[in-house]
Antibody, heavy 117, light 112 residues
C-alpha cells in the first residue's frame, strides 16, 4: 500500500527553523516527483514545493521561496523540507504527497507546524 | 498563474439527493498533448485529502461510482448522484496542466 509518513512538525518561534521529513513505501520512490502541500488552520490547500525524480527540477511558491528548501534521498525513500526564517503565517499542517501524471494522488497524514512566540 | 474558482463555497445537501460542485479555471486546461489535467479531492473532517477524480472524469480505485466528473476547457463539475452521510467534507479541484505552479480551488464545504 502506498503510504507517505510525514514527521518533524512542532512549535517554533518566529525566525526559527524546522526540518520536515517524509518516508514513503509501497512504490518506487525514485520514479516520481514529490511535493509538499500545506493547509493553514481552517483554510484551503497550497502547493508550496515539489522536486523532480533526481532532485531536479525544484519549484517553490512565492510564499516560501528563499526560505524553504526541498530535498530528497532516493536511497532512503525520503523527502525533506528545510524551513528557515519561519513566520506566523507558515503555521499549517504540512502534507507530503506523490505527484503523478500532473496530479497528486497519495498524501501523508500531515504534520502540524506552529510558529508562535 | 492559473486561478481556480469553485462554487458554491458551502453546499447544504439532503441525503439521497444529488449534489453538484463547479470549478472554473482562468485559462484553458487543455494541454498541448491533448489531455486535460483537472483533478478532484475530498477532505473529510480531520483527515488528509484523498483524490477522487483525475483527468476530468477518471475515478480513482475504490471511489464509489456515485461520484463523477465532467467538463472541458475552463468549466468543470463534480457530481454526486446520491449523497451519503460519509460524503460530508470539503472538496477541492486542482489543475495540473500549467506548470510550474499546480493550483487548487478554494474548496467547497458539503454539509448535511
Amino acid at each position: 500500500q502506498v503510504q507517505p509518513v510525514d514527521s518533524g512538525g512542532g512549535l517554533v518561534k518566529p525566525g526559527g527553523s524546522l526540518r520536515l521529513s517524509c518516508v514513503v513505501s509501497g512504490f518506487t520512490f525514485s520514479d516520481h516527483y514529490m511535493s509538499w502541500i500545506r493547509q493553514a488552520p481552517g483554510k484551503g490547500l497550497e502547493l508550496i514545493s515539489y522536486i523532480g525524480k533526481i532532485s531536479s527540477p525544484t519549484y517553490y511558491a512565492d510564499s516560501v521561496r528563499g526560505r524553504f528548501t526541498i530535498s530528497r534521498d532516493n536511497a532512503k525513500n525520503s523527502l525533506y523540507l528545510q524551513m528557515n526564517s519561519l513566520r506566523a503565517e507558515d503555521t499549517a499542517v504540512y502534507y507530503c504527497a506523490r505527484v503523478i501524471d500532473s496530479s497528486i494522488d497519495h498524501w501523508g497524514q500531515g504534520t502540524l507546524v506552529t510558529v508562535s512566540s | 498563474d492559473v486561478v481556480m474558482t469553485q462554487s458554491p463555497l458551502s453546499l447544504p445537501v439532503t441525503l439521497g439527493q444529488p449534489a453538484s460542485i463547479s470549478c472554473r479555471s482562468s485559462q484553458s486546461l487543455v494541454h498541448s498533448n491533448g489531455n486535460t489535467y483537472l483533478s478532484w479531492f475530498q477532505q473529510r473532517p480531520g483527515q488528509s485529502p484523498r483524490r477522487l477524480i483525475y483527468k476530468v472524469s477518471n475515478r480513482d480505485s475504490g471511489v464509489p461510482d456515485r461520484f463523477s466528473g465532467s467538463g472541458s476547457d475552463t468549466d468543470f463539475t463534480l457530481n454526486i448522484s446520491r449523497v451519503e452521510a460519509e460524503d460530508v467534507g470539503v472538496y477541492y479541484c486542482m489543475q495540473g496542466t500549467h506548470w510550474p505552479g499546480l493550483s487548487f480551488g478554494g474548496g467547497t464545504k458539503v454539509e448535511i
